[in-house]
């Protein structure tokens, strides 16, 4: 009698037992392979913010060039072309030379920055299409279509009234298009913010001005008072627009709080010498210079309030401006208010509706910036967060 041979069922055993073996070497390949791929996944995700962070000031730079020289010309047409153009005349005796230099500098400040203003506001705009919404894109590009030609024919030669009155629309509705997404992003909500404020102002400015002079025309004085009174909501905007980029700056530098009371200081006198140099029989030199300055700057017609407040927002204004245009972080936003700052309440004149346009441009190409540099949080290889959960293998 045969035994039942043994031979199967060793075999059968000893086959199940190599492709167990075989399924568990390859199981613990393929989880070796995945912590693998998680440590490189892992290695990756912390290494792209280093990527991120040390490509990223060669594009800022290269995109931040043109926009700062704006700002300076915008600066420099300002003083020369606002400011000490109409006050140099008659100042003082002897003084023919420089009131020509001036006026030449004014001059090509001014043609230079509409040329170079132009084609920034193009780049910009070109920027801003990535954003979402197709009724921004739409507005963006319909305003800024309608303004850029009227600001180039006004470098050339004067423009009717009725043209300044489109472009104080344009510019103010570009600007306000702009400051609502603007104020979305936290990081960009200071920019937002203040451009909202002075397109406000600008076209509650424009229509003040309106007012005023239809009331001169017909010599209405009721229509006159009514607008004083737009006039001063105005001014009220505008000074709420440079408070906010004031408190931005102080909160952005360690020593902003510092620098930006010391140029309240520096404000404060201005206001005293211009003040004296309008109501002094014989006034200084440079008392005159800043009483004149200050005429020529502030806007008509006249609000309800104190001119020495007036001549304050005027002078820091320009004060905070020129601080808040050299600020690198977040991206476009200090430009964005210096440009806001510069333009005012004034958008019926060409250069500063430039200006305004330019700083809403601006503040959405700053929202566009998901992630901040300063915020981006980086860990070298190999270390992790206390809290974080890792899976145990064996």
Not at 61 to 69: I, M, S, W
Not at 114 to 125: E, F, H, Q, W
Not at 150 to 167: G, K, N, Q
Not at 259 to 281: Q, S, T
Request: proline share 6%.
């Amino acid at each position: 009698m045969q035994l039942p041979s043994s031979a199967v069922p060793v075999e059968s055993k000893t086959q199940a037992a190599n492709e167990s073996a075989a399924n568990g070497s390859a199981a613990s390949g393929s989880t070796v392979s995945g912590n693998e791929a998680n440590r490189a996944s892992d290695t990756t995700e912390l290494a792209e913010p280093m990527l991120r962070s040390r490509a990223l000031p060669l594009g800022t730079l290269a995109t931040r060039f043109d926009v700062v020289f704006v700002g300076c010309l915008a600066l420099v047409a300002t003083l020369a072309g606002h400011a000490l153009g109409p006050a140099l005349p008659g100042t003082s005796a002897g003084i023919g030379p420089l009131i020509a230099s001036v006026e030449r500098i004014a001059a090509f400040s001014s043609q230079f920055l509409a040329v170079l203003g132009v084609v920034t506001c193009v780049r910009l705009l070109i920027s801003t299409l990535d954003f979402r919404s197709r009724w921004f894109r739409l507005a963006a590009v319909a305003t800024s279509a309608a303004g850029l030609p009227i600001v180039i024919s006004a470098s050339s030669r004067h423009l009717p009234s009725l043209w300044l009155v489109a472009l104080l629309v344009v510019s103010g509705l570009l600007g306000l298009v702009c400051a609502l997404p603007a104020t979305r992003a936290a990081h960009s909500r200071a920019a937002g913010l203040v451009v909202l404020a002075m397109s406000l102002g600008s076209l509650v400015g424009g229509a003040g001005r309106i007012v005023a002079l239809y009331a001169s025309e017909e010599g209405h004085t009721g229509l006159f008072g009514l607008a004083r009174g737009i006039a001063t909501a105005c001014l009220l905007l505008d000074a709420l627009g440079v408070a906010l980029g004031a408190i931005w700056v102080g909160r952005r530098s360690r020593y902003g709080a510092v620098l930006m009371a010391f140029g309240a200081g520096l404000a404060l006198v201005g206001v005293w010498g211009g003040l004296e140099g309008a109501e002094m029989p014989d006034p200084e030199a440079w008392q005159l210079l800043a009483g004149r300055a200050l005429g020529a700057l502030t806007a008509h017609p006249d609000p309800f309030i104190d001119v020495g407040f007036r001549y304050f927002v005027e002078i820091y204004a320009i004060l905070v401006a020129a601080v808040t245009l050299w600020f690198r972080r977040p991206s476009a936003v200090g430009q964005a208010l210096s440009f806001a700052l510069l333009a005012r309440v004034s958008g019926d004149v060409p250069a500063c509706a430039l200006l305004l346009m330019l700083s809403g441009l601006c503040a959405v190409r700053a929202s566009l910036e998901r992630t901040p540099p300063e915020e981006v949080a980086f860990e070298p290889p190999g270390r992790r967060a206390p809290l974080e959960v890792v899976p145990a293998t064996r």
